[in-house]
Structure formats: structure tokens, C-alpha cells
């Protein structure tokens, strides 16, 4: 009976993952500059705004770098079911004798708060239909969103633009090559709007995965082949 008992206790204690909840540190021992560089991350994120109790149950370390010219450590927020990677740039400057880290986190978030609660991800995918239609390669991301600056825990996707828009848009070019046509820009305007060509739109969905707030911008997935020379009618 005591052997038994012992094998149960042996085993729970097993079962029982090491440093329960976020963890802070990556599988790997981490050198002295890798610690520093951990340390001083995680103040700079806790300095936007969340609490050290918020950080310390919801982010863990999953990645450290520490090279010449490559100094970053990547984060994993974990939060209602919800993962998105974090990402710090490190720099630094010179104050006299002294070398100042700087932590590219700071505009990456901006302005953050505790995260209480969240929408579940069949909500939020219903939310993104609703607003633009059927998505593709939907993705989690926390970062600055609103205007303000305030950090959002993010669900975001695209989708192909309404042929609407993209006709408005290609009917846009056509006006500026009547425009160059007539010689209403400079060579040096011609030569900026010429480079790069427009390329097929999408629209880009955001939903807040607090809120349930939907927003809606637009963008170009590629370039496209170039515009057909206007021809004026004689």
C-alpha cells in the first residue's frame, strides 16, 4: 500500500509542468546578455501599460537573439485561447560612457492594458465574414491598431476586393494618363508614378478580438502587367 501510494505521489508530481502557467525562459539555458536582454524586454512592455501580473501569466519567451547587428527577443502571448507572436528589435545608443538600450516594442505597442476577456474564434470568424466576405490566410496579431496607439489582440484576413473598387481604381490611372498625356505633370512626377505599377487590391479585415470591432483598409497583393497607353481620340 505504501509502495503504491508513492508511485502515485512520484507520478502526479510529474504530470505537473515545471514553472505552471507563462514561462519566462526558452528550453535552452540562456547566457548573461540573453537574460539582460530578456530582463530589459520585459520592462519595456510592462512599461506601455499591462501590468507585471498580466505579463508574467500571459507571455513567455520564444525565441532570444543576441548577435552583432541582430539583438531581439520574440514573445508568445498567450491569452483566451488566443496565441500571437511579439517581436523586440533591441538597439541602443551612447549616453557619455554609457549604452542605452532602445526596445522597438515600444511603438510596436504603443499603448497596452490587461486583456479580461475575449470574443471566442467562431465569433470573431463570423465578424470577419460579415465584414469582408469570404477570407483567406486569417492570422492572430497584438499590436498598436486604433487610433491613439492603443495595442489590440487582433484577428486578421483578406480577401479579393470588389471588382467595383478596382475598376474605381484602375479609372484613377487612366485620369493620370490623360493628365501626362497632356502635359499637365512634370518628367520627374511621371517618372515617381510610373514606378512600381498597380498591382491586383484586396481588402484587409481587423477584428478586434476584445471589442468585436471590425475595420476595413486596402491594399495591393502584387504588382500587375502595365497599364494600356491612352490614346487620344482624334
Given at each position: 500500500m505504501r509502495t503504491t501510494l508513492l508511485f502515485i505521489l512520484a507520478a502526479a508530481a510529474l504530470a505537473v509542468p515545471r514553472g505552471a502557467g507563462a514561462q519566462t525562459t526558452p528550453t535552452k539555458e540562456m547566457t548573461d546578455a540573453e537574460r539582460a536582454l530578456v530582463a530589459g524586454s520585459r520592462e519595456a512592455i510592462i512599461e506601455t501599460g499591462i501590468s507585471p501580473a498580466f505579463f508574467?501569466?500571459?507571455?513567455?519567451?520564444?525565441?532570444?537573439?543576441?548577435?552583432?547587428?541582430?539583438?531581439?527577443?520574440?514573445?508568445?502571448?498567450?491569452?483566451?485561447?488566443?496565441?500571437?507572436?511579439?517581436?523586440?528589435?533591441?538597439?541602443?545608443?551612447?549616453?557619455?560612457?554609457?549604452?542605452?538600450?532602445?526596445?522597438?516594442?515600444?511603438?510596436?505597442?504603443?499603448?497596452?492594458s490587461d486583456i479580461t476577456r475575449t470574443i471566442t474564434r467562431r465569433r470573431a470568424e463570423a465578424l470577419m465574414r460579415r465584414c469582408i466576405g469570404r477570407f483567406s490566410d486569417p492570422q492572430v496579431e497584438y499590436r498598436a491598431h486604433v487610433a491613439g496607439g492603443r495595442a489590440a489582440l487582433l484577428l486578421t484576413a483578406h480577401a479579393p476586393a470588389p471588382r467595383r473598387r478596382q475598376a474605381r481604381v484602375r479609372g484613377g490611372r487612366e485620369e493620370r494618363g490623360r493628365a501626362r498625356s497632356d502635359g499637365a505633370q512634370s518628367s520627374d512626377e511621371v517618372g515617381a508614378e510610373d514606378e512600381g505599377g498597380e498591382g491586383p487590391f484586396v481588402v484587409l479585415g481587423a477584428v478586434d478580438l476584445v471589442t468585436g470591432e471590425c475595420t476595413v483598409g486596402y491594399g495591393q497583393a502584387g504588382p500587375l502587367p502595365p497599364a494600356r497607353p491612352f490614346r487620344r481620340q482624334r
Open positions: 508574467d501569466g500571459h507571455f513567455r519567451v520564444a525565441r532570444v537573439v543576441d548577435r552583432p547587428g541582430d539583438r531581439r527577443v520574440v514573445w508568445l502571448l498567450s491569452v483566451g485561447g488566443y496565441e500571437a507572436s511579439v517581436n523586440d528589435s533591441v538597439g541602443f545608443y551612447t549616453e557619455g560612457a554609457r549604452r542605452v538600450d532602445t526596445h522597438s516594442v515600444a511603438a510596436t505597442l504603443s499603448s497596452t
